[in-house]
């Protein structure tokens, strides 16, 4: 993979474009069938995200060099493959570009744009203090991760439909988050995180704890949003049953496999945003 590709994450960053669209289309609940200017709206907002999400991640590698040297020495900061000031340049000029993208979306909608300006504050937050603090870091990364499905909500105007799919992501991040600090412990000597704090035994009850709140709240949609026995009610109920099935595997042999443990939770969430792209057929 390129350097500059590997510096942004570049299968996070599409990720999160992903989640982005899937927020948009099940807040409109049309299925794929949308408006001209509806459809180029959620373009927008997730190319945005897409934007936001690079800067983040470039700035995450910016503040890491040290310890990157021994948990991801093959990072192009750390190798030299992409230069610091190139990256110090990079990171605020996809910011003015995510928020130059919006503004044709917020004249119609200024939601997303409080949205755009939460998830900045906490990219820059993140960095500069919550990041060093543990669990404070990993709830802002798990908030932003849910802030990607409220701001395609709010690209078509109903950003409040998706606050199950929010609170979902947030949880099932937050343990993955965990998973990953749990990983990184021994290079993490800059950073007071749970497993460094409290031990692996404390970490992963927490982890646990996460994943079981974000399968609780899978439930919620049919509640709200659609009919159990609906083909969106089926979908979705038997796509969540599955994401739900792997986020178990994800923490079921923790504090051992960590690597592994991290991966299934990865499939999980991409099994649960094919699921909450289903509810938009409703």
């Known amino acids: 993979m390129?350097?500059?590709?590997?510096?942004?994450?570049?299968?996070?960053?599409?990720?999160?474009?992903?989640?982005?669209?899937?927020?948009?289309?099940?807040?409109?609940?049309?299925?794929?069938?949308?408006?001209w200017g509806t459809g180029g709206a959620i373009v927008l907002a997730a190319v945005s995200t897409a934007f936001v999400t690079a800067a983040g991640n470039i700035l995450n590698d910016l503040g890491d060099r040290v310890t990157d040297r021994q948990n991801h020495p093959d990072r192009p900061l750390v190798t030299g493959a992409i230069s610091v000031s190139a990256a110090r340049a990079a990171?605020?000029?996809?910011?003015?570009?995510?928020?130059?993208?919006?503004?044709?979306?917020?004249?119609?909608?200024?939601?997303?744009?409080?949205?755009?300006?939460?998830?900045?504050?906490?990219?820059?937050?993140?960095?500069?203090?919550?990041?060093?603090?543990?669990?404070?870091?990993?709830?802002?990364?798990?908030?932003?991760?849910?802030?990607?499905?409220?701001?395609?909500?709010?690209?078509?105007?109903?950003?409040?439909?998706?606050?199950?799919?929010?609170?979902?992501?947030f949880f099932a991040t937050l343990s993955r988050e965990l998973i990953k600090d749990m990983e990184d412990a021994e290079g993490d000597v800059d950073r007071v995180t749970v497993p460094r704090r409290y031990g692996p035994v404390v970490a992963t009850r927490a982890a646990r704890a996460a994943v079981l709140a974000a399968i609780v709240l899978s439930a919620v949609p049919f509640f709200v949003l659609v009919v159990p026995s609906s083909a969106a009610g089926i979908m979705y109920g038997g796509l969540v049953g599955l994401a739900d099935a792997v986020f178990l595997v994800s923490v079921a042999f923790l504090p051992e496999r960590l690597h592994w443990e991290q991966t299934m939770s990865k499939v999980a969430m991409a099994v649960a945003l094919v699921a909450f792209l289903a509810t938009a057929f409703r």
């Open 91 to 169: 990171w605020p000029t996809l910011v003015l570009a995510a928020a130059l993208l919006i503004v044709p979306v917020a004249l119609a909608f200024p939601l997303i744009a409080l949205l755009l300006a939460v998830a900045v504050a906490l990219v820059v937050g993140y960095e500069r203090r919550a990041k060093a603090r543990g669990l404070w870091g990993n709830a802002s990364v798990a908030l932003l991760t849910g802030l990607v499905f409220l701001y395609g909500g709010a690209a078509v105007g109903n950003a409040v439909v998706m606050l199950p799919f929010a609170a979902m992501a």
């Open 2 to 35: 390129h350097p500059a590709a590997r510096l942004v994450r570049l299968p996070n960053v599409l990720v999160s474009l992903a989640g982005t669209v899937v927020g948009g289309l099940a807040a409109f609940g049309r299925g794929i069938s949308l408006p």
